[in-house]
């Protein structure tokens, strides 16, 4: 699954610019994975956008447990060095640019 999975989003890049990998970050599932990410992104030309964990009414049996805030992602990722500019605002989203790369996260 993991091959299908990277294959498809390796293939969208050379296909579309502006590819963008979207991924809700939930503590003990993939909380890990942060730098691993904006990695990849970087390797394949996508745009990397990390999204906190978040109740949808119900729909997701979501539990504030689970929940990695946009800052905790932010302190983690500059304690492996990587340093993120000011957040660019927008209406919903907070796009944090990954130094040294035309990725993005948010």
Request: hydrophobic content about 40%; glycine content about 12%; charged content about 25%.
């Amino acid at each position: 699954l993991h091959t299908t999975v990277t294959g498809a989003i390796e293939d969208a890049c050379r296909r579309f610019a502006g590819t963008k990998i979207d991924a809700v970050i939930m503590r003990g599932v993939n909380d890990d994975e942060l730098t691993d990410l904006i990695e990849y992104g970087s390797r394949v030309g996508a745009e990397v956008r990390f999204i906190e964990y978040m109740d949808v009414g119900g729909a997701t049996h979501w539990r504030g447990d689970l929940v990695v805030s946009c800052a905790e992602m932010l302190r983690r990722l500059e304690a492996e060095g990587i340093q993120i500019p000011f957040p660019q605002r927008t209406v919903h989203v907070r796009h944090h640019g990954a130094p040294g790369a035309e990725e993005a996260f948010g």
